[in-house]
């Protein structure tokens, strides 16, 4: 599967997880962060350094996380494919400008366990989206005999 991917930092804004104003070609338009893409393309999205984030963007990320739903710069809103289904014969979806998320988009995250680590703890209805897993340093007789392995040569 394709794999949308998003570092981030205390930086990131809204504007990193939506949309941004770009010129192509003499023209303003808004394009499609990788949360975006990965929501309309049914792609994985992998969040690096979720302990990283500001508080200010985690709403937004659990929202989509949650509902599937998320309003864009552009006026158009990322609706759950449930929802969108259901209203599409009623027309609502052109004139509320809805676009369906697709059923197969994931997100996986990565982070470091905080306060162990310097970042900032993730709320509750955030964290309540991920399941965790610790994934530690493999020992000194696995690291060797893997590089034994890959480099036969290596005394």
Do not use: C
Not at 31 to 53: F, I, N
Not at 112 to 125: I, Q, R
Request: proline letters at 8%; zero cysteines.
């Amino acid at each position: 599967r394709e794999v949308e991917y998003l570092a981030l930092s205390r930086d990131t804004t809204e504007s990193d997880l939506k949309q941004r104003r770009e010129i192509r070609g003499g023209t303003l338009l808004w394009a499609d962060q990788p949360p975006v893409r990965a929501a309309k393309e049914g792609r994985v999205l992998l969040l690096d350094g979720l302990e990283k984030a500001e508080r200010n963007v985690l709403p937004t990320l659990n929202n989509l996380l949650e509902n599937r739903e998320m309003s864009l710069q552009d006026g158009t809103f990322l609706t759950a494919p449930e929802r969108f289904d259901s209203l599409v014969d009623t027309g609502e979806v052109e004139a509320a400008r809805l676009v369906r998320v697709h059923e197969d988009f994931r997100v996986i995250a990565l982070g470091l366990p905080v306060p162990a680590f310097p970042g900032f703890p993730l709320d509750p209805p955030l964290r309540s989206r991920f399941q965790a897993r610790h994934v530690g340093l493999p020992g000194l007789a696995t690291q060797l005999a893997e590089l034994k392995a890959k480099y036969p040569a290596m005394p």
